[in-house]
């Protein structure tokens, strides 16, 4: 039997009390945590971590079941460790495999994701391929949408308490979720779920009863929660209950592997430990690295303006696929690409032999857009980003029309008022770095003022417009 929470009493002494977990709370072999307390320093603390499972005699039957182990299964393994940060417990995983291939039941994987913002971006994606990977294999996948928990905000990964969204907000985001997931998904194999269906139900009292699972001493096992506390940066009540809340979801859905973020962790171990409390076989759990974006640093991220969004026109994102790093596009391809592992490694093998990794990068970039746009748009999109390299115009540029006072427009309002940029200080900044060019030719002189004529407007590499310039009358 594991050991959890201990009791911090008063003794003139410093002591260490463990009291055993209960039943549902079987760890595996270590202690869950122990708080020592006395005289000295609270911050004197012994933490073990164990995260619940489902062993020993708590086990459901059907898991305690052994089914062989056959070459399906290891291949399955295989397609299921391709990419992955952590799969937690492995063994349970392939035990798993082995009962759905022995059986004909598909297992039931779990993505929840809250629709914070209206568009999903290629980092999103990651986990989407994992799971459309396993749908071809058999397996049934659920996308859940966190409409209710996107009404408390997640705090993972945060060192402020994060903002939660209004209810117009989960809707009109919710709205686009799918629609954009199901270009990645089979529909025909995704069950699409709302966690506001149980979570709704559960009401005060079944609030109360599900929150008398965790302990706060586990609770603030959490970095973030444990950086926060030791910073003096406040703790809303409210963000315990995202975890939990999360949790319970794979409780309602009985689902067999939830997957996220390495972010994540703790909130999908949080399953494995309510499903456990609730005498359900536990979920295993897979995590995928967080994708660096395009300046090969941050992770994917709109607000750092790093990222792809997979609704983004066809040449945008080729273009931007082409702009990564020759290092980054080998991650890039094992996160994204479903081209076999073998075939990749060979081409890497003939990059490092002398191959240009140009020829590589137009691979990804096709294989990209063409899972988003059509093979048509990937054609057009690689003619598009050669004719760029060679100083040509693209033909599908957009066409503007701006009014200037007798003195002229000055360049960094044309390129605003464009929208070629998102301020006037963008403007001048791109300016001096020698980014902009009018009609091919790069201008240097800040002050430049255009008073009336029809111009080709260059930012960086892919942005232009055909801009007119009309004196006011």
């Not at 096992?221 to 703790?235: Q, Y």
């Not at 009540?237 to 689902?255: I, N, R, T």
């Amino acid at each position: 039997m594991g050991s959890c929470l201990l009791e911090k009493g008063e003794p003139a002494e410093p002591t260490l009390k463990i009291v055993p977990c209960a039943t549902q709370g079987m760890c595996l072999g270590r202690a869950q945590s122990a708080e020592y307390s006395g005289a000295e320093s609270a911050s004197h603390m012994l933490i073990f971590t164990c995260w619940p499972t489902m062993s020993h005699q708590e086990k459901a039957p059907e898991a305690q079941s052994v089914h062989p182990v056959t070459d399906r299964v290891k291949e399955a393994l295989a397609i299921t460790l391709r990419g992955v940060e952590e799969l937690l417990p492995e063994a349970e995983w392939v035990r798993k495999l082995a009962r759905s291939e022995a059986t004909g039941v598909p297992l039931r994987i779990k993505l929840g994701l809250d629709p914070t913002a209206p568009d999903i971006h290629l980092g999103h994606t990651v986990v989407l391929n994992k799971l459309r990977q396993l749908q071809d294999i058999g397996h049934q996948v659920i996308f859940l949408i966190g409409d209710f928990t996107s009404l408390i905000g997640d705090p993972s990964g945060r060192n402020t308490t994060r903002p939660p969204l209004t209810p117009e907000q989960v809707k009109a985001n919710a709205e686009t979720y799918y629609k954009q997931a199901s270009l990645v998904l089979d529909p025909a194999r995704t069950e699409i779920r709302y966690n506001s269906e149980w979570c709704d139900a559960l009401g005060a009292r079944g609030m109360i009863q599900l929150a008398s699972r965790y302990t706060v001493a586990r609770m603030m096992e959490r970095n973030d929660f444990h950086e926060r506390f030791h910073a003096g940066t406040s703790i809303s009540v409210h963000e315990f209950l995202y975890p939990l809340m999360q949790g319970y979801d794979s409780v309602a859905l009985k689902s067999d592997l939830e997957l996220g973020g390495t972010d994540q962790k703790f909130n999908l171990l949080m399953g494995r430990h309510l499903q456990a409390e609730y005498g359900q076989e536990a979920q295993c759990i897979l995590t995928m690295p967080l994708l660096v974006g395009l300046d090969g640093v941050e992770k994917m991220s709109k607000s750092k303006q790093n990222y792809i969004g997979i609704s983004e026109a066809p040449n945008e994102m080729f273009g931007k696929l082409m702009s990564i790093s020759d290092d980054l596009m080998w991650t890039y391809f094992t996160l994204l690409s479903f081209r076999p592992l073998d075939e990749l490694a060979r081409l890497q093998a003939e990059c490092q032999s002398g191959r240009n990794p140009r020829d590589a990068k137009v691979m990804l970039g096709q294989e990209i857009v063409t899972r988003f746009h059509g093979a048509a748009a990937a054609e057009a999109a690689l003619d598009d980003f050669n004719n760029r390299a060679r100083g040509g115009v693209p033909d599908d540029i957009p066409e503007v029309t701006l009014s200037a006072p007798a003195e002229g427009l000055g360049i960094g309002a044309l390129l605003k008022q464009a929208g070629l940029v998102p301020s006037s200080s963008e403007a001048m900044r791109l300016v001096e770095q020698g980014g902009v060019r009018i009609d091919g030719d790069v201008v240097a002189d800040k002050a430049l003022r255009l008073t009336s004529g029809r111009f080709v407007i260059q930012v960086g590499k892919r942005k232009f417009a055909r801009v007119t310039v009309a004196a006011l009358s």
